[in-house]
């Protein structure tokens, strides 16, 4: 079963298949791209795999607007109880702007790699105007400067992360640790976690 991560940007421009074949080029170590589905132009799937014959990743693109309203819905209604309340909602009114999303439907058994290249591609998509939000499988959405900003991971985990709370036109950034639980509370409910160091960006 693969692992599946978003990229959603209320961005229509496209950039042709032979530019996304050429950055797999250059960067993919040992993987190469292929154009799968539509046009060059106005492409559809790009399939990313290795030299040796195994597959990496399919690098997906809808901006079809009845579809892309069919995916959005589906957004919507997971943020249903997602916390913290503020940055679901947040989210839930940033979608109503969205025009186009990428889907990243990767292997699991790939090596690091695999990830690596995956996490360039939307760096690069993030550094467009307008940039976008993700949304990764298991752990959660991330805003458009790449703050981690809902709880959704499943089991436990671990680690220090990114995160961020929305005040009124502001995001306030902080690196908390997933395993603590007082960390964990405090962002649910809305909150920087007591004694971190914090940042702000306006929109």
Known sequence: MPYNMWFLTPSREVSPASEWIEF?????E???AELTAGTPKNWRQITIDYTDGSW????????APRKVE???????EDLEGVEPTVNAQWVAKYLKRVKTVYLF???????????????EIIDSLRDDEPSGLLYAELEGWSNEDGYHITWEFTGRVSGEWWMAIRGKDVWTSFQMKLGNRKHREAFKAGKVPAGLKTYKSKD
């Open 105 to 119: 439907r990767c292997s699991i058994n790939a090596p690091d790699t695999n990830m690596e290249l995956v996490r």
């Open 70 to 76: 069919k995916e959005i819905q589906l957004f919507r």
């Open 24 to 28: 797999v080029t250059e960067i993919g």
């Open 30 to 32: 040992d993987q190469r």
């Open 56 to 63: 990496s990743f399919d690098f997906e693109r809808c901006a």
